[in-house]
């Protein structure tokens, strides 16, 4: 019945919406009850209807991801205050000024990323960011800088926030549910970069280390861009001094100041991390 259905001898949901649209104007067809139900927004949205939403916002990316061929990505996280170099005048922090660097940083790494999936039909190393400003449009930036794709995850905000410029439009998503957005960013993940950033960025990265430190994801690549910002904010040592942490997890990440570093690290973590000599700690 289902191959039926697919081949078309059933009506199909598009024909049934155009038609619901031309019946005739009475109480009864005006009552919200009439309204198909997936056409329905005040019904798709009420409380019980969560679990359908949950659903439905894991399926709709996946599904255009595939069929976009998407099989692998690069994950970037970072501050979407971070500005361009060019910008950084404007910034309303020294800080913010001085790390206006690793904005060109995120867009040299993207492009180099790029240019080597497109060399391979740009199925596979995809960057992948939140796809707003900042780190974000640095990200995507690079990926069109050589030519190819990027894919953008943004959330609504209770600000206005638009996608960057440079995301690949068939490939910008919106997502309501912070969980499944950050389901997508780790789904097919082959690294993860982490640049300068506030809350959100903590919030991935945190996230990321505890499902890759507790084996719910496979270790990949983890690295962070600037040392001397993430040993400022986060005092790595005393975690492990306390016995929060094991030492070990100190091994789950490594840190990087440039573009170049980041892809050599890349390249080499699967020999060097079995002999547990990767650069960077």
């Known amino acids: ?121 740009q199925h596979d190393n995809i960057i992948v960011t939140g796809g707003g400003p900042g780190v974000m449009e640095a990200g995507s930036r690079g990926a069109a800088d050589a030519g190819g794709v990027s894919i953008g995850l943004n959330i609504v905000l209770p600000h206005e926030q638009a996608p960057n410029e440079y995301v690949t439009p068939d490939l910008c998503f919106n997502f309501h549910y912070f969980a499944i957005r950050k389901m997508h960013f780790l789904m097919r993940a082959k690294a993860i970069t982490i640049f300068p950033g506030g809350f959100g960025t903590l919030d991935e990265m945190f996230e990321s280390l505890t499902l890759i430190q507790t084996g719910r994801m496979e270790r990949v690549p983890f690295l962070l861009f600037g040392r001397a910002f993430w040993e400022k904010i986060i005092n790595w040592e005393a975690l492990a001094d306390a016995g929060t942490i094991s030492p070990e997890d100190l091994d789950l990440f490594r840190f990087v100041e440039t573009a170049e570093e980041a892809v050599e690290i890349i390249d080499s973590w699967g020999d060097t991390a079995r002999r547990g000599d990767i650069p960077g700690r």
């Open 1 to 121: 019945m289902h191959d039926d259905a697919r081949d078309g001898l059933f009506r199909d949901a598009h024909t049934d919406i155009e038609t619901a649209r031309h019946v005739p104007d009475t109480p009864q067809t005006r009552a919200p009850a009439y309204q198909l139900a997936f056409t329905d927004d005040d019904f798709m949205c009420r409380d019980e209807l969560r679990p359908v939403r949950l659903q439905l916002e894991l399926l709709k990316p996946q599904m255009i991801m595939d069929e976009y061929g998407v099989k692998s990505t690069i994950v970037m996280f970072g501050g979407a205050r971070i500005p361009e170099p060019s910008k950084a005048d404007s910034a309303r922090t020294r800080t913010l000024r001085d790390l206006s660097h690793y904005y060109d940083e995120a867009r040299k790494f993207a492009r180099i990323v790029t240019e080597r999936s497109l060399n391979n039909g």
